[in-house]
Protein backbone atom coordinates (compact mmCIF):
# COMPACT_ATOMS: atom_id res chain seq x y z
CA UNK A 1 0.00 0.00 0.00
CA UNK A 2 1.67 3.28 -1.12
CA UNK A 3 1.72 6.26 1.72
CA UNK A 4 -0.79 8.02 0.14
CA UNK A 5 -3.55 5.64 1.10
CA UNK A 6 -2.37 5.61 4.72
CA UNK A 7 -3.11 10.14 4.30
CA UNK A 8 -6.34 11.27 6.37
CA UNK A 9 -9.12 11.96 3.75
CA UNK A 10 -8.23 15.99 4.06
CA UNK A 11 -4.95 15.44 3.19
CA UNK A 12 -6.16 13.00 -0.01
CA UNK A 13 -8.47 15.95 -0.80
CA UNK A 14 -6.24 18.93 -0.52
CA UNK A 15 -3.11 17.21 -2.59
CA UNK A 16 -5.35 15.94 -5.45
CA UNK A 17 -7.16 19.62 -5.77
CA UNK A 18 -3.51 21.20 -5.14
CA UNK A 19 -2.08 18.52 -8.20
CA UNK A 20 -5.18 19.44 -10.35
CA UNK A 21 -4.27 23.29 -9.92
CA UNK A 22 -0.56 22.90 -10.73
CA UNK A 23 -1.81 20.59 -13.67
CA UNK A 24 -4.07 23.58 -14.88
CA UNK A 25 -1.19 26.30 -14.05
CA UNK A 26 2.03 24.00 -16.29
CA UNK A 27 -0.71 23.53 -18.93
CA UNK A 28 -1.07 27.59 -19.18
CA UNK A 29 2.59 28.14 -19.06
CA UNK A 30 2.94 25.85 -21.92
CA UNK A 31 0.54 26.87 -23.93
CA UNK A 32 1.41 30.85 -23.44
CA UNK A 33 3.85 31.18 -26.46
CA UNK A 34 2.50 33.05 -29.15
CA UNK A 35 3.55 29.74 -31.62
CA UNK A 36 1.58 27.53 -29.65
CA UNK A 37 -1.54 30.03 -29.50
CA UNK A 38 -1.49 29.97 -33.06
CA UNK A 39 -1.83 26.47 -33.39
CA UNK A 40 -4.18 26.07 -30.79
CA UNK A 41 -6.39 28.91 -32.22
CA UNK A 42 -6.97 31.79 -30.43
CA UNK A 43 -10.38 30.64 -28.83
CA UNK A 44 -9.39 27.13 -27.51
CA UNK A 45 -6.07 29.05 -26.49
CA UNK A 46 -8.69 31.66 -24.68
CA UNK A 47 -10.91 29.17 -22.64
CA UNK A 48 -7.80 27.09 -21.75
CA UNK A 49 -6.45 30.22 -19.72
CA UNK A 50 -9.61 30.98 -18.22
CA UNK A 51 -9.02 27.64 -16.28
CA UNK A 52 -7.20 29.82 -14.30
CA UNK A 53 -10.06 31.16 -11.49
CA UNK A 54 -10.29 27.40 -11.38
CA UNK A 55 -6.88 26.27 -10.86
CA UNK A 56 -6.33 29.68 -8.43
CA UNK A 57 -9.36 27.92 -6.54
CA UNK A 58 -7.66 24.69 -6.19
CA UNK A 59 -4.41 26.97 -4.78
CA UNK A 60 -6.25 28.60 -2.64
CA UNK A 61 -8.33 25.43 -1.01
CA UNK A 62 -5.39 23.16 -1.22
CA UNK A 63 -3.40 26.16 1.46
CA UNK A 64 -6.47 26.65 3.26
CA UNK A 65 -6.75 23.19 4.29
CA UNK A 66 -3.34 21.79 4.58
CA UNK A 67 -0.93 24.56 5.13
CA UNK A 68 -0.90 24.83 9.06
CA UNK A 69 0.59 28.04 9.48
CA UNK A 70 -0.18 29.32 5.97
CA UNK A 71 -4.17 28.58 6.13
CA UNK A 72 -5.14 31.28 8.56
CA UNK A 73 -4.18 35.11 9.35
CA UNK A 74 -2.76 37.29 6.79
CA UNK A 75 -2.68 34.81 4.10
CA UNK A 76 -5.88 33.54 4.42
CA UNK A 77 -7.24 37.37 4.08
CA UNK A 78 -4.58 38.59 1.30
CA UNK A 79 -6.34 34.82 -0.83
CA UNK A 80 -10.20 36.46 0.27
CA UNK A 81 -8.93 39.69 -1.64
CA UNK A 82 -7.17 38.43 -4.44
CA UNK A 83 -10.20 36.05 -4.61
CA UNK A 84 -12.98 38.91 -4.83
CA UNK A 85 -10.82 41.42 -6.92
CA UNK A 86 -10.43 38.25 -9.26
CA UNK A 87 -14.44 37.24 -9.20
CA UNK A 88 -15.72 40.72 -9.55
CA UNK A 89 -13.17 41.35 -12.96
CA UNK A 90 -14.27 38.09 -14.13
CA UNK A 91 -17.81 38.92 -12.89
CA UNK A 92 -17.57 42.14 -14.70
CA UNK A 93 -16.81 41.06 -17.89
CA UNK A 94 -19.64 38.42 -18.20
CA UNK A 95 -22.19 40.85 -16.97
CA UNK A 96 -20.59 42.99 -20.18
CA UNK A 97 -21.28 40.22 -22.37
CA UNK A 98 -24.79 39.35 -21.04
CA UNK A 99 -25.97 43.24 -21.38
CA UNK A 100 -24.30 43.48 -24.91
CA UNK A 101 -25.91 39.45 -25.84
CA UNK A 102 -29.27 39.94 -24.57
CA UNK A 103 -30.27 43.90 -25.09
CA UNK A 104 -34.06 43.28 -25.08
CA UNK A 105 -33.84 42.10 -21.99
CA UNK A 106 -32.76 45.49 -21.09
CA UNK A 107 -29.96 44.09 -19.11
CA UNK A 108 -28.09 47.53 -19.88
CA UNK A 109 -30.44 49.49 -17.77
CA UNK A 110 -29.78 47.54 -14.22
CA UNK A 111 -26.06 46.26 -15.54
CA UNK A 112 -24.99 47.77 -12.48
CA UNK A 113 -27.06 46.14 -10.35
CA UNK A 114 -26.97 42.98 -11.53
CA UNK A 115 -23.13 43.40 -11.43
CA UNK A 116 -23.41 44.61 -7.41
CA UNK A 117 -25.48 41.33 -6.78
CA UNK A 118 -23.33 38.82 -8.54
CA UNK A 119 -20.50 39.76 -7.02
CA UNK A 120 -22.12 40.36 -3.16
CA UNK A 121 -23.32 36.74 -4.09
CA UNK A 122 -20.06 35.66 -5.29
CA UNK A 123 -17.87 37.41 -2.04
CA UNK A 124 -20.20 35.52 0.26
CA UNK A 125 -19.89 32.26 -1.27
CA UNK A 126 -16.11 32.97 -0.95
CA UNK A 127 -16.24 34.41 2.10
CA UNK A 128 -17.86 30.69 3.83
CA UNK A 129 -14.73 28.92 2.11
CA UNK A 130 -12.38 28.88 5.17
CA UNK A 131 -15.85 27.98 7.21
CA UNK A 132 -17.10 24.98 4.98
CA UNK A 133 -13.32 23.26 4.54
CA UNK A 134 -12.18 21.06 7.11
CA UNK A 135 -8.78 22.31 7.87
CA UNK A 136 -5.60 20.37 9.20
CA UNK A 137 -5.29 23.08 12.00
CA UNK A 138 -8.74 22.44 13.17
CA UNK A 139 -8.95 18.67 13.30
CA UNK A 140 -5.24 18.91 15.14
CA UNK A 141 -5.92 21.41 17.27
CA UNK A 142 -9.22 19.60 18.28
CA UNK A 143 -7.48 16.76 18.96
CA UNK A 144 -5.02 18.18 20.87
CA UNK A 145 -6.94 19.78 23.39
CA UNK A 146 -8.92 16.85 23.66
CA UNK A 147 -5.50 14.65 24.26
CA UNK A 148 -5.00 17.55 26.89
CA UNK A 149 -8.03 17.06 28.95
CA UNK A 150 -7.71 13.35 29.19
CA UNK A 151 -4.27 14.08 30.53
CA UNK A 152 -5.74 16.54 33.04
CA UNK A 153 -8.12 14.36 34.13
CA UNK A 154 -5.69 11.24 34.97
CA UNK A 155 -3.38 13.42 36.97
Known amino acids: MSGFGLLPNLFKWSI ?3 LVGVIVLLLMA ?8 KIMTFRKWKWLHRL ?8 VLHTWSIGTHLGSG ?19 RVTTLL ?3 YKKLK ?11 L ?3 ATILIGSIPYLVDTYRDT ?12 DSHE
Not at 107 to 117: C, N, T, V, Y
Open 16 to 18: VGG
Open 30 to 37: ATSFDKVM
Open 52 to 59: VYFGGVLA
Open 74 to 92: LVQVISFIALIVLAGLELF
Open 99 to 101: SKK
Open 107 to 117: IQKHFISLFIF
Open 119 to 121: WLT
Open 140 to 151: HSNHDEHSHSEG
